[in-house]
């Protein structure tokens, strides 16, 4: 009886279902030609963020981090492994956050891949200028308020799908802590978002930045003059009250 090949075993995804082995710089390229390059690195145009769509596996994405330099932490803790520790973690908190399928190195030597499902919705950066910011203040102040530092968090790393189911991207650099952010840190990470490049130009326009901030202390329990008080200390908030002016 002839062999029915299972169609999803034919994909350039197959090899990168794997944990912890090593794919060849071949099916790295096999895998750009089949997918959709959403992502590459500036400087040498290395394929950075790859989506492939499966008819069996759904839409998956591939991130691959090609290191800059020899002597770097992600020696030490591979970024894949903290993407993935990541992941589970805030999954186990009750955030939404991809589903890891595979993980492991591209050739012989220390690039590394993740391979996960691809959440349903749209970044918050390509909604703008819809985005409901009193509903992301929400949903940031719960994430703080588990104990969750997501250190990147900027519009581009945040989805919404539906009308209030947001998830996070782009996990690599995350801290968790079993008590609640201090001020400070609740501060740093929401001028960061709010003065980031691609986004403080829709912040700032009508004074978005005060709704959002007002939202997140409201959603917080903050007293927004002590959030106010503490953000003047901060490189980035002049720049932000400035800017629309
Ligand atoms: N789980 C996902 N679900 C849907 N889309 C995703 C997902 N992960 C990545 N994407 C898409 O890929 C794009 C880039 O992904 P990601 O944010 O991980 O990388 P990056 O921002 O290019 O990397 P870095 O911030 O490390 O330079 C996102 O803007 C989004 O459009
Ligand atoms: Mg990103």
Same mark, same amino acid.
């Given at each position: ?9 034919? !994909?350039?995804? =197959?090899?990168?279902?794997? %944990?912890?082995?090593? $794919? ?6 096999? &895998?750009?030609?089949?997918?959709? $390059?959403? %992502?590459?690195?500036?400087? !040498? ?6 989506? =492939? ?5 759904? !839409? ?16 030490? /803790?591979? /970024?894949? &492994? ?17 589903? $890891? ?15 996960? %499902? +691809? ?9 703008? #200028?819809?985005? *409901? &910011? ?13 104990? =969750? *530092? ?6 581009? @790393?945040?989805? &919404?799908?539906?009308?209030? @189911? /947001? ?12 008590? #609640? ?29 005060? !709704?959002?901030? *007002?939202? /997140?202390? %409201? ?18 908030? +002049? ?7």
């Amino acid at each position: 009886m002839e062999n029915q090949a299972d169609p999803i075993r034919m !994909t350039a995804i =197959v090899p990168f279902f794997t %944990e912890g082995g090593r $794919v060849s710089r071949n099916d790295f390229a096999a &895998l750009c030609e089949d997918g959709s $390059v959403l %992502e590459s690195r500036k400087r !040498t145009g290395a394929a950075k963020v790859i989506e =492939v769509r499966d008819r069996q596996a759904g !839409t998956l994405i591939i991130k691959a981090w090609h290191p800059k330099r020899r002597i770097t932490s992600a020696r030490l /803790y591979p /970024y894949d &492994l903290r993407f993935r520790h990541n992941a589970a973690k805030l999954r186990a908190l009750g955030f939404n956050a991809p589903l $890891v399928r595979g993980w492991g190195g591209i050739g012989s030597g220390s690039t590394r891949f993740i391979c996960y %499902e +691809a959440l349903p919705g749209a970044s918050l950066r390509s909604l703008i #200028p819809r985005v *409901d &910011l009193r509903g992301a203040a929400g949903f940031i102040s719960r994430l703080h308020d588990a104990g =969750v *530092d997501f250190r990147s968090l900027h519009m581009g @790393n945040i989805l &919404l799908s539906g009308s209030a @189911n /947001y998830g996070l991207i782009d996990l690599t650099d995350c801290r968790f802590s079993s008590r #609640p952010l201090s001020l400070k840190r609740r501060i740093d990470r929401l001028i960061y978002l709010c003065t980031h490049k691609r986004e403080i130009g829709f912040m700032s326009a009508d004074d978005r930045w005060s !709704t959002f901030l *007002d939202a /997140y202390c %409201e959603a917080a329990g903050t007293e927004p003059t002590e959030l106010i008080q503490h953000a003047g200390r901060h490189a980035g908030w +002049a720049s932000l009250s400035h800017a629309g002016s």
